[in-house]
């Protein structure tokens, strides 16, 4: 989607730290974090919200969270635990619509971070 911030990660149209990335998936570091590992895991296809997510997406957003794992475990996040978050519309408090779920850690978080 030619407007859509994440779509130019992923095109390399606007740099970004990428952590992780294959066929489908790409993970980069979040421009503002909020823990002291915050990474961002994001679908290749756009898709706005977990609200417009489809029944063929199920695939994709289970290998996210597998990413997640393997990212996790390599930041030396697993032993003492992590966050993954999606926020879902204006209430979520999502502010970029292209669908990416947040892989916080690396210290004890607060209820809301
Ligand atoms: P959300 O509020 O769930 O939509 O989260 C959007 C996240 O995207 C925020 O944590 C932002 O800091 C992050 N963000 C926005 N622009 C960029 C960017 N160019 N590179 C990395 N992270 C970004």
Do not use: T, W
Request: glycine fraction near 8%; include cysteine; proline fraction near 3%.
């Amino acid at each position: 989607m030619s407007d859509c911030i994440f779509c130019k990660i992923i095109e390399r149209e606007i740099p970004s730290a990428i952590v992780y990335e294959d066929d489908d998936i790409i993970a980069f570091e979040d421009v503002n974090p909020l823990a002291k590992v915050h990474i961002l895991l994001i679908p290749k296809k756009h898709i706005a919200s977990a609200a417009e997510l489809r029944e063929e997406d199920g695939a994709v957003i289970g290998r996210i969270y597998l990413a997640a794992k393997k990212i996790a475990e390599e930041k030396g996040l697993a032993e003492d635990g992590y966050r993954i978050v999606n926020n879902c519309g204006k209430n979520g408090g999502q502010e970029v619509f292209h669908i990416h779920f947040h892989l916080l850690g690396g210290e004890k978080l607060g209820l809301f971070v």
